[in-house]
């Protein structure tokens, strides 16, 4: 069992940045890839960015390719999303999960986090 807590979500001006962070509890979390969702108002929950449990390997959206960093400190149970030069769109609630990486990649997780919201502001 793995329980997940984001933090970390706030208000920034467009163009700023935002770290998130997404404790896990259990003794297994470097077993498993995590990622990063976000669900915008009234619009499916769409993938962000997803890491492999080593931590080698990354998958990102295009709409935030080169300007959102995913990363992991497996010592701390700790996943992060570096988010620069925010735009207006990428408001949202930004959630956490943790699986296989196939099943991530899929959209499916048996493991959730409650979601931080982020809003960016033009």
């Known amino acids: 069992q793995v329980q997940l807590v984001e933090s970390g979500g706030g208000l920034v001006q467009a163009g700023g940045s935002l770290r998130l962070s997404c404790a896990a509890s259990g003794r297994t979390f470097n077993t498993y890839a995590m990622g990063w969702f976000r669900q915008a108002p009234e619009k499916e929950r769409d993938i962000v960015a997803l890491?492999?449990?080593?931590?080698?390997?990354?998958y990102y959206a295009d709409s935030v390719k080169g300007r959102f960093t995913i990363s992991r400190d497996n010592a701390k149970n700790t996943v992060y999303l570096q988010m620069n030069s925010l735009k207006p769109e990428d408001t949202a609630v930004y959630y956490c999960?943790?699986?296989?990486?196939?099943?991530?990649?899929?959209?499916?997780?048996?493991?959730w986090g409650q979601g931080t919201q982020v809003t960016v502001s033009s």
């Open positions: 890491i492999t449990w080593s931590g080698t390997n990354t």
């Open positions: 999960a943790a699986g296989g990486f196939p099943q991530l990649r899929a959209g499916v997780s048996p493991y």
